[in-house]
């Protein structure tokens, strides 16, 4: 052991000797950079030969090395400050601690006082109701009350109405609402080209006929259709013009960045007023049951807030299978004065609705996920239509009925064909070797729905299959590494050259050059 001590001893000093001279170094070098009497010297020796132009020179360089000096100074100075700015002493640290714990406290406190003069204004505002209103509501309680006490649902006894709103439209539909005539005349093809004629003779919007074939078309496969582009190009103002065409205005929900769950589309019950706060698109949800028509509700600008947070629950209750299943609940308990339509506290989600999302993909929303994605039918709208003679076209009532008969027909006429699917099945296995990518079988049903659909609207086949497999499949490459996908993106183009013909799916060959010349993050 003693020989490991005298190693180490030696080791050691020779290390402190290195790091002594180092320092004595830079010491010296301290001292060196500031005797001035050595300056003075060398100044003295050399004034005596100095030109005019010499001790121009002189000046200047002195000037020079006083900017340096101040400038090493600064940079000091500034290092130092970065390096100390975020050390709070202890007690000091605590204190902001407990500081940012009662400002957290101030602003859900603020949140509650918020939501309680909110449903206050509410209550003033858009949910007075009519002594008529009232008298309806009490002939029909003691037959109410009777139902309610059957089921197994606590029944509580109200002073007032606790949805003023929903029980407004039973009053409106009993005694205004008389149903309109439906021209039940028109294919899937002429739906578009009247719509098309519509929107340009009468609002002087202008879109191609292929958008409008995407878009009634989707609605034969999804429930929920997304607008996605650049600013400017109509993605609020399609769905706003559709809804003028059926003559029912479409409900436009503009999502606030708030939004944080499904209160703020279907309301919540306020303790504080004893009334159901009803926000537009639960009113249109209920106005639905009523009638037969096709009805719009436009999210605009749906992911300037988190999609899955606020819409969650409704994408769930669209996916099942059985329409009489589609309950929403709002309140846990009953009462005779509540509307007509509402079981045990539950209203039911009707059919005849579409939902479509408008999205801007820019650096103030958020991304969308693949929840939401698979669930909808995504169209790209990135451009504006030309300027076009339209006739003029008068507007429409739709039934739901019939558009949705026109769907099943067009299912049975133009089902994709049985070689086209085979096919289908050997792409999906040449993304699942090469990308890791399948279809899924909530996607096959798509396509399946949607491209029959779109041959009756007056497309094709083969462009169907091209428009849905560059939304629903491709899109899917954004979320994948450029490195890994990029020596494949040659090769699926080749493939698709060769089973579906070189002259075909442009939409997704385009597509994939885009993405291997702009880079997928």
Known sequence: MNAFFYYFYTMMEHI????????????????????????????????????????????????????????????????LRIAFRFKVPVVEYERMKDEV???????????????????????????????????????????????????????????????P???????????????????????????????RNFAASRLGLYYDLEIMKRLIASFGAAKMVILQGISGTGKTSLPYAFGQFIQYPSVICSV??????????????????????????LKALYEAQFVEDVRLVILDEMNIARVEYYFAEMLSILEMPREDERFISLVSSKAASDPEKMREGKIWIPSNIWYVGTINNDDSTFAVSDKVYDRAIPIDLDEKAEYFEAPDQEPIHLNYKYLMMLFEEAK????????????????????IKHFRLTFGNRIMRQIKDFVPCYVACGGTEIDGIDFIFSCKILRKFESLGMGFIRDEIDGLIKYLDSVFGEENMQISKNYLLRLKKMGVS
């Open 165 to 195: 709103r929903l029980s407004g439209v039973d009053e409106y539909f009993k005694k205004e609402y008389a149903a309109p005539e439906y021209d039940n005349t028109f294919s899937l093809e002429e739906l578009c080209q009247k719509m």
């Open 412 to 431: 049975k006429k133009y089902p994709i064909s049985q070689e086209v699917l085979i096919e289908l099945d050997k792409l999906d296995s040449y993304l």
């Open 16 to 79: 402190v000797g290195l790091f002594m001279e180092v320092v004595y170094a830079i010491w010296n070098l301290l001292v060196a950079l500031v005797d001035i009497p050595y300056y003075i010297d060398v100044f003295k020796t050399y004034r005596g030969e100095l030109t005019t132009a010499g001790w121009i020179c002189v000046i200047l360089v002195h000037i020079l090395i006083l900017a340096l000096i101040v400038l090493v100074l600064y940079l000091i100075y500034r290092g």
């Open 101 to 163: 714990v009662r400002l957290n406290r101030e602003v859900l406190k603020t949140q509650y006082e918020k939501d309680k003069i909110l449903a206050m204004k509410v209550s003033e505002i858009g949910m007075q109701v009519n002594a008529d209103i009232l008298e309806g509501v009490n002939e029909d309680s003691s037959e109410k009350e009777t139902e309610h006490a059957e089921s197994g649902v606590a029944t509580v006894e109200v002073g007032e109405l606790r949805f």
């Open 256 to 281: 606030q960045p708030s939004w944080r769950d499904r209160t703020e589309l279907v309301g919540y019950y306020n303790e504080f007023t004893k009334k159901y706060t009803e926000p537009d698109f």
